[in-house]
């Protein structure tokens, strides 16, 4: 490879799109995605559908491949027919078509499945999902980690993914996906990131134009892409854009990435498709538009209780303990949800009851475990379940089913309540064999 290309320009020089050369022309805002500096070790790409998403990490997966011998790479997704799907169609179709990986980086003694694929400098490229649980990537040794879809991808899979790292020189993560609600992955890892936006400035009015949650309404016109303020065509500025970072105060490693669809000429180079969007626009719902095609995370009605209204009546303290006196509550009630460590996944104690007064339920104990020491937590929650003379518990049954034995043994079997959520016509229903009940989770 010659070592005084960027990868965007070995990209462009030597990748191949469906055949033909890959141009970036129509996607200038990707050659800085592809040339992040050296120094960043986590990219987040937070995206509408069909930007192109998949050919970048398929393209950026090869490219590090043939320019690191023997690097290891794990690509993953929620599901096994996403992770085939890119398999099939963009690693193994860049693979076959692309005449100097034929030529310098493959012969048909490379790993060429579904699940494995590599190169002849001893490069390897491992598939697999994650869905459910972590366990089909427990154990590969990765130097480079892409996870796509991944707000899909429970938020506790991600450390125990990464772990595949843990002995890399490199430590390379990409994560990119769809964003759906506030508090969903994608969303958390962005949150963390730069957070880069591409501004457009309107060359007739000189106003910056960056397509976020503010302007992107108004910047979607009924004939084009418009400058928010004087409405002038914005489809000839798009490409002198350049990305600015919104989140200053971050990690220079992590850069985050937003890629709406108005952002890339497919979907505004021409009337129709223009006119494509905007019957999306019509027909999707406020949330599926937002989500699909503006790569924008959106937090109302999918929930009894969103991040924006919790941030709106927060205080702005941050509790791991709060207690408060009202002797007119009686009697208490105590629910569990049970961590799995004191990193991502906490142990919280609540403990409430119905005001006598006003008949609302109050919230008078909240606790949560700092320590992972399961066996301490439950002696804890005993003490202040008795202190607080708690009448009936609560617990979830996923990973405390054995800590919720405990609790029955110790504070009566009729005054513990293992529960498990689910997708049900009815609201409560208990299930004899397991001793549970389940739950509605709406």
């Known amino acids: 490879m010659n070592g005084s290309l960027t990868k965007s320009e070995f990209a462009e020089s030597v990748m191949r799109l469906k055949g033909k050369r890959c141009c970036l022309d129509n996607y200038p805002m990707f050659r800085d995605i592809y040339n992040v500096d050296s120094g960043v070790t986590e990219k987040v790409l937070k995206t509408g559908r069909q930007v192109s998403k998949s050919t970048f990490n398929a393209k950026d997966i090869l490219i590090d491949s043939m320019r690191v011998s023997h690097l290891n790479t794990l690509f993953v997704t929620p599901l096994q027919e996403q992770t085939s799907r ?111 936006e591409w501004s457009i400035k309107c060359s007739s009015c000189n ?112 509790y791991t303990e709060m207690c408060i006196d009202l002797e007119a509550v009686y009697p208490m009630y ?35 475990f700092a320590s992972s020491d399961t066996l301490h937590q439950i002696d804890d929650i005993l003490h202040l379940c008795k202190k607080f003379n708690v009448k009936i518990i609560g617990a979830d049954c996923g990973v405390g089913h054995t800590n919720n034995l405990i609790l029955r043994n110790n504070y009566g079997e009729n005054r513990v309540f293992p529960f498990n959520y689910s997708t049900a016509n009815q609201v409560v229903k208990h299930n004899p064999k397991r001793n549970f009940f389940a739950l509605d989770k709406t």
């Not at 569990?336 to 142990?347: A, R």
């Open 334 to 368: 105590a629910g569990i949800d049970w961590g799995v460590s004191s990193v991502t996944s906490f142990t919280v104690l609540t403990i409430g009851g119905f005001d006598r007064s006003s008949g609302k339920f109050k919230v008078v104990f909240i606790k949560r």
């Open 86 to 196: 890119f398999s099939r169609n963009y690693l193994a179709d860049d693979i076959k078509h692309t005449p100097f990986i034929q030529e310098h980086f493959w012969t048909t003694a490379c790993q060429d499945n579904i699940f494995s694929r590599g190169l002849t400098n001893g490069s390897l490229i491992h598939l697999t999902y994650s869905l459910l649980d972590a366990e089909r990537a427990r154990g590969i040794p990765a130097d480079k980690l892409v996870f796509d879809e991944v707000q899909d991808i429970p938020w506790e899979n991600i450390p125990i993914i990464n772990e595949c790292l843990s002995a890399s020189p490199y430590k390379w993560r990409t994560y990119t996906g769809t964003p759906k609600t506030l508090d969903n992955t994608i969303e958390r890892f962005w949150q963390r990131s730069t957070m880069c």
């Open 207 to 318: 106003s910056i134009n960056i397509p976020d949650e503010e302007h992107v309404w108004e910047m979607i016109g009924d004939q084009n892409l418009q400058c928010y303020k004087c409405k002038k065509d914005l489809r000839d500025d798009v490409s002198k854009g350049k990305w600015i970072t919104r989140n200053p105060n971050s990690n220079p490693s992590i850069v985050g990435f937003h890629i709406p669809q108005i952002i890339l000429p497919i979907h505004y180079g021409t009337s129709k498709s223009w006119g494509e969007l905007l019957k999306k626009k019509d027909r999707y719902s406020p949330a599926q538009f937002a989500n699909e095609c503006l790569g924008l995370s959106f937090d109302r009605g999918g929930r009894l209780i969103t991040l924006s209204e919790l941030h709106e009546i927060s205080t702005g303290k941050n």
